[in-house]
């Protein structure tokens, strides 16, 4: 595990302003990959919904910037900090992140995952710049088209496959956390992030035709995992549990080690669907039967609602819409 002392905030600076010279905007993260700080409006009610618009830092992946002058200054303000977020879907790379996370003790290989998806859809992931984390999962940097806005998801393509798009941001490498360093994979610091596979692209986008429960992060028709049912309309709350009953067997299989994200990620389909709030009491008493505690399960499934309602806030996996990390 990496230590962090007093040349760990010099450092994540100094790896912040290389990435600001290649075009990447930043801004500094706390140990807990979290941004390193706080926001002016802590405290504000009813709660400020800014962006930066007051002129103050604070916000966030909304603060990224490739300003040396202003990287600076968010440092110095942040004097705690030990690594440094990218912003995704910002010009001029308007980068991409898939987010491969690893579980080798109950056989959960999003690396697998994506390789059978690349079969399935004909398409293969060029030779790109790769991020290794702490945990032993790694990031893929893609580059998106200028005329596109991909958006943040977590499982939605297979479980362990997060993306990070606009208002999303990556874990810069050089960035020290409370569990380890990220660093760039052997054999791809001289490269550049590659352009995203259109295949891959198409099934990034929420496909026509289905709404989510605000309407704005659907479901994929490219899931791995149980079948969920699409209908909705008249009805729909009522027949929940029938439509859910793939997610909560999904939930009831879970071993130990694999119950939350199990939870989050079936949690995370029902509301894509439209039935979440009606299925919550059923995914809780799956996720308690099999050892999870009923205020972590709740935990789960509110932080599943607020990521696919794009509200943002803290997914409970280092996943989820605006301003989420990986």
């Not at 990070?164 to 960035?175: A, C, D, F, H, N």
């Amino acid at each position: 595990m990496a230590t962090i002392d007093r040349q760990t905030p010099t450092l994540a600076l100094a790896h912040a302003l290389a990435a600001a010279g290649r075009g990447l905007p930043v801004f500094p993260l706390s140990a807990t990959k979290l941004p390193a700080l706080r926001s002016p409006h802590r405290g504000e009610q009813p709660p400020a919904h800014c962006r930066g618009e007051c002129g103050l830092p604070g916000h966030g992946v909304h603060d990224a910037t490739t300003d040396p002058s202003a990287i600076r200054a968010l440092f110095a303000a942040a004097p705690r900090a030990t690594g440094y977020g990218i912003a995704c879907g910002r010009a001029p790379h308007r980068l991409i992140g898939i987010d491969l996370d690893v579980d080798p003790a109950y056989g959960s290989d999003a690396a697998g995952a994506l390789r059978q998806l690349a079969l399935q859809h004909l398409f293969t992931i060029p030779p790109t710049v790769t991020v290794l984390t702490p945990s032993g999962g790694r990031h893929l940097w893609l580059t998106g088209p200028a005329d596109a806005t991909v958006p943040n998801s977590a499982g939605r393509l297979a479980p362990g496959i997060d993306i990070r798009g606009s208002g999303g941001y990556l874990v810069g490498p050089g960035s020290v956390t409370a569990h380890g360093r990220y660093r760039l994979a052997p054999g791809t610091a001289h490269l550049t992030p590659a352009p995203c596979p259109r295949a891959l692209l198409r099934l990034l986008y929420p496909p026509p035709g289905r709404t989510a429960r605000t309407g704005t992060n659907p479901a994929s028709g490219t899931t791995s995992g149980p079948a969920t049912g699409t209908g909705s309309g008249p009805g729909a709350p009522a027949s929940a549990a029938r439509r859910g009953e793939g997610l909560v067997q999904f939930v009831l299989a879970a071993h130990e080690g694999q119950r939350n994200t199990r939870l989050f990620w079936a949690a995370c389909r029902a509301y894509e669907h439209g039935f979440g709030d009606a299925l919550a009491d059923a995914l809780t008493a799956a996720a308690v039967r099999t050892g999870l505690p009923e205020h972590e399960a709740r935990a789960a499934i509110a932080s599943a609602a607020r990521l696919t309602s794009g509200r943002g806030g803290e997914s409970g996996r280092g996943g989820e819409s605006d301003g989420t990390p990986a």
